[in-house]
């Protein structure tokens, strides 16, 4: 799901830029680019945004496995243990 978050970010900026390319070609004023920038500007950002939370969503997935296999090898030093101490007691 990241990857897709991401590469549907990268999507939306990169369309975002050939549309606002597209539309000053005919007529490269101040004006034009004035009248599309505020949403050339918040579709950029929306765009970034989907990348960042793809990426974070990548590092989480990856943070949940390492945890996990951490867990795994906790619970294997604790087997290996908790029989030493059963034969201490045990004189």
Known sequence: MGKFLEF???AIV???LVVLATMLMPSPDVRTLLA???WAIATIAGGLVLVAFGGMLDHLVAIRA???RQADIFQQLLERRAPAKKEQGNP
Do not use: F, M, S
């Open 14 to 16: 990169i369309g975002t």
């Open 66 to 68: 390492a945890t996990e």
């Open 8 to 10: 549907l970010g990268g």
């Open 36 to 38: 599309v920038l505020p």
